[in-house]
RNA sequence: GGCGCCGUGGCCAAGUGGUAAGGCAGAGGACUGCAAAUCCUCGAUCGUCGGUUCGAUUCCGACCGGCGCCUCCA
């Protein structure tokens, strides 16, 4: 199989292929910057982080593009009332989504192009399409797209054009559009839009982009008149990318995006996230009761078109499972190697685990399957390990840590999970002093001292193990999930 | 009302027209001073009712239950 990613615009899985082999050239919509993302939102994120790493792991030079909207009706008015510019106001949202996409393990996009800095771009499309007839400025000063103009207009959504004609009143006299329909392009400007400097000049006065228009322009400024993959959530299908599409093609005549996937909205706690509910979790709130593998690799348990529960149980699982991998790691790391020793058919399995594992991400990124098959290969590997004779061949060891870092490069969390814990050398001579105190105490077989030290570390989630080979000591839990549940 | 999704063991979650991956939890066992880690063993008739079929969890229909979008919310 190759990569099939399942496609809203044809509601099938269809081949991926980009436009120009080899390359590939991606817009996901991103974040709205007036407040911190929550954790709905960046299951979307990770999972554009998930294809920008499949993509490459696969071989494709990649373009990601993810924008940062930075004009918009809330912004404006979140900063007027604070009396700052949307430029001041969305600075603070702007680094803390970068900060939570980087604890979640996500590889840093190609390009973060923020709507405040395409202007000029998008007024001059403003125009193109005016110029087209698929767009009519009003009185006020306001641009419109016609819909009725683009006969395609609802063919991402399913909706019926027609039906979305509410009432009989065609003029709508708030904002003089030709029809109900239409949406708005560029918005005049408003006493707010001038406080919180956010007006610009254009061929109709001054305004401020409407966000669909935004997307547009950015993604055609910094890909191409076609992207090969346009992403979002699944509430972005309509309106947003409806809209996208029509103005888009509108313009350049060309197809806009040639795939079109939409990422299901998170439960949390079976849920729907809602500020009333009180369960929008950000990432901060997140990580004080658990460590970002743990989330990453709960974000990423479920295909990402499937319904997915986000509970503080399942976290606990998650950090668990992810124990287990790091656990493994580890024993394959201490595992000796022997040239003579006899293969102990791990080479096999790891060839067979990466098999697997391409197979479920090819079929429309089915993570959970390719974790399955990490475990599956985690579990036939540990009974290979215990039935080999103290040491194995260096070709079942390099294969092995070679196919755990490759389907890491994919999932991420491994790797996650190895930066919250490393240790400076302070803290790893004051561990090993009290390992040593404790062998020592085990050696007496004083053994109400020697639970005392471990039960001190274990407050500290440290956790020891005795082995033949001497007491190895690990970190259950990273820094960051300081307060995990025990 | 329109469009769409889902219901698999305690929890999470894959999957296939021929009797069901994986993770977490649980029980028993091996190992251990005790643990931890690891391994072995154990557990599901796949929402309900019909239909198609030699055979359905997988296809079709109805019903029940849950959910999403249709409001510039990923």
Redesign the pocket.
Known sequence: MSLHLHDTLT?SLRRFTPLRPGRVGIYG????VYGR??I??F???VVYDLLHRYLEWLGYEVRFVVNL?DV???IVELAAETGQSIREFAAPHVRSFLADADTLGMRPFDSHPRATEYVPEMTAFVSRLVERGLAYATSDGSVYFRISGFPEYGRL????PD??RPGERVADDKYEKDDIRDF?LW?AARPEDEYADAAWESPWGRGRP???LECSVMALSEIGDTVDIHL?????????HEDEIAQSEGATGETFARHWVH?????VE????SKSLGNTYTVPQLTERSEPAAIRH?LL???Y?????F?F??L???R??V??LL??RD?LARTPTRPAAPPAGIEGLAGEALARFRE?MD?DL?T??A??A???F??EA??A??GAAGAISEGDRESAEAALASMDEVLGVLELALAGREVDEPERERIEVLVAKRDLA?SRRD?AQ??AI?DQLAGEGI?????PDG?RWKHARSRAGSTAAR
């Open positions: 509601r919509c991103g974040p709205t993302a929550h709905g939102n299951r979307a994120f909207t918009d009706d809330r959504s399913r909706i019926d039906a979305l708005a918005k409407g966000w669909h979002g959530g699944e509430d972005l299908v309509f309106p947003h990422v299901k909205h998170l439960l079976g849920r729907k996230m709960l348990s479920a295909q078109r499937s319904e997915l529960n509970t149980g399942g606990e699982a998650s668990r499972a124990q287990r656990d493994f024993r479920a079929d089915n959970a399957g974790l399955a990490l475990f599956v985690v579990k540990n009974t390990l215990d085990r053994f020697a639970d471990r956790v020891l193990e005795d082995s007491t």
